[in-house]
């Protein structure tokens, strides 16, 4: 099995045209990308407004745990049968998968974004304070970069979510790696359905790397000197 | 019946699914435990220990349950995938919380024990283990909620669980079945989140004390 598993991935028959691996990775991508910057839209601004105002509290102290409990492959189906009649055209298969991932997104983003606020040293924010600054200066110049490694988590956690739901979102027709785990389980392909696994596996740790660099270069100089302490 | 559900299915399914989430959530434990204590104890293992098992969770689930067979030359429709990947989600979560409950333990009563004459290992079991329980605890809830949720995704491969209502009724096009499987998967993770919260309370007599603080 290990073999035929590793000849379908060195097959470069399988990784170019249409439908090849990197064609699939792409399509993956783009569409994980485009769920987490619509999660972000909403969930920042949010998380921004109640960790600031100390509003809402309850609501995402418990979203996060709540979503958690709900599993995403019934809210898949639930949102396909649902939507589905109602759709027309070539977005009718794609919108309720990516309309489910953009949901799924939502808490961890939201209570990551809350969290980073909410640790902000309450002397930097009181000092912003007694300095003359507006509720929206100390927000901007001193809540954010404070709470942007914390956010950043919150987007990380958003990612990893958004990429398995994409991948077993193929079970609904999107498009991306999700494609060789389902349609090799329907032609009884295991060497494509592992192959594929292996694919989308290195891409969740690519992508996660990559953003832990991110995060990593989010934190001020000065916030990591006194971390560090 | 109920939502186009047979009682006795429903019954079968969810103590299948409590089957696939629950063991693992015992392997996972006690694979952590000592991993946690290891990254707590020792600076250089810490990182290489956290990251290394917070790697794991990276890692799709279907995704997951399709590469074990490579790895463990099981076939695809056993059990046995699905109980090791979720052991592997499961450490993949606890061992960083096992290290913090470990490093939330006072210096002085680790002093205060070791002074008494603890060896290491009495006073790791009988008195940093406690005192850690809180913290674990809350990580266990973590995991318990999580992989009710993921062991659900096993449907697709064809391992019956409570995940096999959504399959079943999308295939049948109907709703009921799979609105059953979604409030039966969340009943299940709030049940266990509780019962552990429950089992955490009961090991920690000193914190209900209150006042007494």
């Given at each position: 099995?290990?073999?035929?598993?590793?000849?379908?991935?060195?097959?470069?028959?399988?990784?170019?045209?249409?439908?090849?691996?990197?064609?699939?990775?792409?399509?993956?991508?783009?569409?994980s990308f485009l769920a987490l910057l619509a999660a972000a839209a909403v969930a920042v601004p949010i998380g921004l407004w109640v960790?600031?105002?100390?509003?809402?509290?309850?609501?995402?102290?418990?979203?996060?745990?709540?979503?958690?409990?709900?599993?995403?492959?019934?809210?898949?189906?639930?949102?396909v049968l649902l939507l589905l009649p109602r759709l027309r055209g070539e977005w009718a298969y794609e919108a309720p998968a990516l309309i489910v991932l953009v949901l799924l997104a939502i808490p961890p983003i939201l209570s990551g974004t809350y969290a980073g606020v909410q640790a902000t040293d309450p002397a930097a924010r009181d000092a912003a304070r007694g300095m003359g600054m507006t509720g929206a200066q100390v927000l901007r110049q001193v809540e954010v970069p404070g709470a942007l490694p914390l956010i950043m988590s919150g987007l990380r956690s958003a990612m990893l979510q958004i990429i398995g739901t994409a991948t077993i979102a193929a079970i609904v027709g999107l498009g991306g790696l999700g494609r060789f785990l389902i349609d090799g389980q329907a032609s009884r392909d295991y060497a494509m359905m592992a192959g594929g696994s292996i694919a989308v596996a290195a891409l969740a740790l690519l992508v996660d790397q990559v953003l832990a660099l991110v995060q990593r270069a989010a934190v001020s100089p000065g916030l990591r000197h006194a971390s560090a302490g | 019946m109920i939502g186009g559900v047979a009682w006795e299915t429903l019954g079968e399914l969810t103590l299948r699914h409590l089957y696939l989430a629950g063991v693992p959530l015992?392997?996972?434990?006690?694979?952590?435990?000592?991993?946690?204590?290891?990254?707590?104890?020792?600076?250089?293992?810490?990182?290489?220990?956290?990251?290394?098992?917070?790697l794991l969770y990276t890692i799709p689930s279907l995704a997951l349950f399709i590469m074990l067979p490579l790895i463990l030359g099981t076939r695809i429709l056993d059990d046995a995938n699905v109980l090791v990947a979720m052991t592997l989600y499961t450490v993949a979560l606890l061992t960083r919380t096992v290290a913090d409950g470990f490093g939330s333990v006072p210096g002085h009563v680790r002093q205060a024990a070791t002074?008494?004459?603890?060896?290491?290992?009495?006073?790791?079991?009988?008195?940093?283990?406690?005192?850690?329980?809180?913290?674990?605890?809350?990580?266990?809830?973590?995991?318990?909620?999580?992989?009710?949720s993921i062991v659900s995704i096993a449907a697709l491969i064809g391992v019956s669980q409570l995940g096999m209502l959504f399959t079943d009724g999308f295939n049948r096009n109907a709703m009921g079945p799979i609105v059953v499987g979604v409030l039966a998967c969340v009943v299940l993770a709030v049940t266990l989140d509780a019962a552990i919260a429950g089992l955490s309370k009961v090991l920690t007599p000193w914190l209900r004390s209150g006042a007494g603080a």
């Open positions: 099995m290990i073999g035929q598993t590793f000849q379908w991935l060195l097959d470069p028959a399988n990784w170019t045209g249409q439908g090849g691996i990197l064609a699939q990775s792409l399509a993956h991508l783009r569409y960790g600031h105002t100390g509003r809402l509290r309850w609501l995402a102290v418990n979203l996060t745990g709540a979503f958690r409990a709900i599993p995403s492959l019934g809210v898949l189906f639930i949102a | 015992l392997l996972g434990l006690l694979v952590s435990l000592p991993l946690g204590w290891l990254a707590a104890r020792s600076r250089w293992l810490q990182t290489p220990v956290v990251a290394g098992t917070s002074a008494m004459g603890y060896g290491e290992l009495r006073r790791v079991v009988s008195v940093d283990l406690p005192l850690a329980v809180p913290v674990i605890t809350a990580g266990l809830r973590v995991a318990a909620v999580s992989n009710v």
